[in-house]
């Protein structure tokens, strides 16, 4: 009966690991913070389809066949639209990294839930 207990503990290594991942939902947005006080354009990886053609001079088949396929759910993790400040776009990224941080963290509470059952 007290290994049992102990699950429900959280261990040491455990609580590091949530302080590291909200820390780092709390400083992604430099992301955005950083271009735009360096004037350098989009964060590097973050680029669409546009933004390849004038980098690369032309956009790969497969991307371009692709590249509508998904629609995220919070375009650009901005929930006050395009023209939003530079505070919302900040206060949507922190939410954006703690609401996937949470999401991620339940599909594997449920994964081992499942697999704690059948093993």
Not at 28 to 42: F, K, M
Request: glycine letters at 10%; a neutral charge.
């Amino acid at each position: 009966m007290q290994h049992r207990a102990g699950i429900n503990k959280m261990t040491k290594t455990q609580k590091k690991l949530w302080i590291g991942l909200v820390i780092m939902a709390l400083i992604s947005p430099l992301g955005i913070i950083l271009p735009e006080l360096l004037n350098s354009g989009d964060a590097w990886g973050e680029w669409g389809t546009d933004t390849l053609e004038k980098l690369l001079g032309y956009v790969p088949d497969g991307l371009k066949k692709y590249a509508e396929f998904w629609k995220a759910p919070v375009p650009d993790y901005n929930l006050g639209g395009e023209e939003s400040s530079m505070a919302v776009q900040v206060i949507s990224y922190i939410a954006s990294g703690l609401i996937g941080i949470l999401a991620i963290a339940f599909v594997i509470y449920l994964i081992s839930k499942v697999v704690m059952k059948h093993g």
